[in-house]
């Protein structure tokens, strides 16, 4: 296939056009300025040129790709008749709420069943569901060199780590709203509280327990600027607020339990408040370090991002593939894609998960068994190839 490849600096895009041209498909790569989401006339000059020079040139472009949907290139695929494939890593992702979404040129991939099911529902055809991958080869390369550094060993430089955002700086929107009622305010604290003991779950979804009415009133305190480009659904950005906080919670809350238990690190984005007795080691480069992180500690976390309902976070890959040894929180996918104590482990509820934090710190052996399995099913299985055959070409 010819592929116009939109690239957008985004992190995983080198190992995604890696993988394209092993399955034998030629790439183009195509940029626009900061303002993407918008197609303005310099853009679609860009866009333009591009495609009648390949008309020109007696061949055509079988598809234009993105990471994450961009409502634009939909719409200028739709002009040029051009299949548009986006595949979409982010969640929430309110580009989705375009009417633009229904174009026919599209075939979107989101990594959530819940959402794709969701989206489908609202007769959005265009959308499908597909897991998110890793760059086999690549990873496979970098075990083999960090193992060899140590003659074959692996040496773990933590014991406990957490490598993702802690949201709790100026994108923990809850914690901004300083002027609910203090009924309202004191049912969703309450709720949040709830929810962050039960991990699958996702109690705002439920009406009998977050009915329509209080969101209602949450909305009337709590504004949006509506600039007509997308039909967001205000009511699910609400509740995606509250998820968020959640996550801020309970990542701070397990960590801070963590950390007074075991040697626990963090590799976060600047700007976190510090955690007592968690030592925060700042950003990791995703192509580099952190395959080296995953690795070299006993224990790595995944605590899902609480908008996540179904899916498999790319993190729980990303450790997998690593050759790190993974205790994750349930999500219903990861539970449908992995075997229970033979790939990763499972944990239910925060104190499940601390719990067998200890029990396999103290457990060497099966820790490892457990690593070695977990990296042959997310090579063998989550391999940007592997995915591409199918989203290329169904």
């Given at each position: 296939?010819?592929?116009?490849?939109?690239?957008?600096?985004?992190?995983?895009?080198?190992?995604?056009?890696?993988?394209?041209?092993?399955?034998?498909?030629?790439?183009?790569?195509?940029?626009?300025?900061?303002?993407?989401?918008?197609?303005?006339?310099?853009?679609?000059?860009?866009?333009?040129?591009?495609?009648?020079?390949?008309?020109?040139?007696?061949?055509?472009?079988?598809?234009?790709?993105?990471?994450?949907?961009?409502?634009?290139?939909?719409?200028?695929?739709?002009?040029?008749?051009?299949?548009?494939?986006?595949?979409?890593?982010?969640?929430?992702?309110?580009?989705?709420?375009?009417?633009?979404?229904?174009?026919?040129?599209?075939?979107?991939?989101?990594?959530?069943?819940?959402?794709?099911?969701?989206?489908?529902?609202?007769?959005?055809?265009?959308?499908?569901?597909?897991?998110?991958?890793?760059?086999?080869?690549?990873?496979?390369?970098?075990?083999?060199?960090?193992?060899?550094?140590?003659?074959?060993?692996?040496?773990?430089?933590?014991?406990?780590?957490?490598?993702?955002?802690?949201?709790?700086?100026?994108?923990?929107?809850?914690?901004?709203?300083?002027?609910?009622?203090?009924?309202?305010?004191?049912?969703?604290?309450?709720?949040?509280?709830?929810?962050?003991?039960?991990?699958?779950?996702?109690?705002?979804?439920?009406?009998?327990?977050?009915?329509?009415?209080?969101?209602?009133?949450?909305?009337?305190?709590?504004?949006?600027?509506?600039?007509?480009?997308?039909?967001i659904d205000y009511d699910n950005v609400i509740l995606d607020f509250l998820r968020k906080k959640v996550t801020v919670n309970e990542r701070r809350n397990i960590l801070?339990?963590?950390?007074?238990?075991?040697?626990?690190?963090?590799?976060?984005?600047?700007?976190?408040?510090?955690?007592?007795?968690?030592?925060?080691?700042?950003?990791?480069?995703?192509?580099?370090?952190?395959?080296?992180?995953?690795?070299?500690?006993?224990?790595?976390?995944?605590?899902?991002?609480?908008?996540?309902?179904?899916?498999?976070?790319?993190?729980?890959?990303?450790?997998?593939?690593a050759g790190g040894f993974l205790i994750t929180n349930y999500q219903a996918e990861?539970?449908?894609?992995?075997?229970?104590?033979?790939?990763?482990?499972?944990?239910?509820?925060?104190?499940?998960?601390?719990?067998?934090?200890?029990?396999?710190?103290?457990?060497?052996?099966?820790?490892?068994?457990?690593?070695?399995?977990?990296?042959?099913?997310?090579?063998?299985?989550?391999?940007?190839?592997?995915?591409?055959?199918?989203?290329?070409?169904?």
């Open positions: 296939m010819n592929i116009l490849y939109f690239d957008w600096n985004e992190f995983n895009g080198a190992d995604c056009r890696d993988a394209m041209e092993k399955l034998g498909h030629q790439i183009d790569i195509i940029r626009f300025d900061n303002s993407y989401y918008e197609m303005n006339t310099r853009n679609l000059t860009i866009f333009a040129d591009k495609v009648i020079k390949k008309l020109e040139e007696g061949k055509y472009y079988d598809c234009v790709f993105s990471f994450d949907y961009v409502p634009a290139l939909s719409d200028v695929c739709q002009v040029f008749e051009v299949p548009y494939i986006s595949w979409v890593f982010d969640c929430p992702h309110y580009t989705l709420d375009s009417h633009t979404l229904s174009n026919p040129v599209n075939r979107v991939y989101v990594f959530d069943r819940i959402l794709c099911e969701t989206l489908r529902k609202k007769g959005y055809d265009t959308v499908f569901h597909s897991t998110l991958a890793v760059n086999s080869q690549r990873l496979e390369k970098i075990c083999q060199e960090l193992d060899a550094e140590s003659d074959g060993r692996i040496v773990y430089q933590h014991d406990v780590c957490f490598l993702g955002s802690l949201y709790d700086n100026e994108f923990n929107y809850y914690d901004r709203v300083k002027y609910l009622p203090p009924e309202l305010k004191g049912y969703t604290d309450a709720l949040i509280k709830a929810q962050e003991s039960l991990f699958g779950t996702d109690l705002f979804s439920e009406p009998g327990i977050m009915p329509y009415e209080k969101i209602k009133k949450m909305r009337e305190y709590i504004k949006f600027e509506d600039t007509g480009q997308y039909e801070t339990e963590m950390g007074k238990k075991f040697d626990t690190v963090l590799y976060t984005p600047p700007g976190a408040r510090p955690i007592e007795n968690v030592c925060n080691l700042g950003f990791c480069d995703y192509m580099t370090k952190m395959p080296r992180v995953f690795r070299k500690s006993k224990i790595n976390l995944n605590i899902t991002l609480r908008s996540i309902l179904s899916g498999i976070p790319l993190r729980v890959v990303d450790v997998l593939a990861i539970a449908e894609y992995f075997i229970d104590g033979e790939e990763l482990i499972i944990a239910y509820s925060p104190e499940d998960m601390i719990e067998k934090t200890a029990y396999y710190l103290e457990h060497d052996d099966e820790r490892k068994v457990i690593a070695v399995r977990g990296q042959e099913k997310a090579l063998r299985d989550f391999s940007y190839t592997k995915a591409l055959e199918k989203i290329l070409g169904e």
